[in-house]
């Protein structure tokens, strides 16, 4: 069975810092793009960053200077390290990973979501 777990979430204050993180964890052949994503209380998901096997990045305009997402390849895990933070990046936040899987000796794409986990920023 491959899964992302997420950790690393919770309450913290305004101007804090959190980081999460987001292992994929199963039979996996390659993880290919990585990224986060966030849902604001009564809005919808949306992308917080992203980042390409190479290791090229994009964030959102709202967050860019402030987060910094990267990854470890031998852990397939993607981080995403939240400094200064403020009450509107309070949100569940989920990962998401590209995922080639062997399945009966073949190569299969996948696109895995975690389970997600609550960021909530205090004023």
């Known amino acids: 069975q491959v899964e992302l777990v997420e950790s690393g979430g919770g309450l913290v204050q305004a101007g804090g810092s959190l980081r999460l993180a987001c292992i994929a964890t199963g039979n996996i052949f390659r993880v290919n793009d990585m990224g986060w994503f966030r849902r604001p209380p009564g809005k919808q998901r949306e992308l917080v960053a992203s980042i390409f096997r190479g290791g090229d990045t994009n964030y959102a305009d709202s967050v860019k200077g402030r987060f910094t997402i990267s990854r470890d390849d031998a852990k397939n895990t993607v981080f995403l390290q939240m400094d200064s933070v403020s009450p509107a990046d309070t949100g569940v936040y989920y990962c998401?990973?590209?995922?080639?899987?062997?399945?009966?000796?073949?190569?299969?794409?996948?696109?895995?979501w975690g389970q997600g986990t609550q960021v909530t920023v205090s004023t």
């Open positions: 998401m990973a590209g995922v080639v899987v062997r399945d009966s000796d073949q190569l299969h794409e996948l696109e895995l």
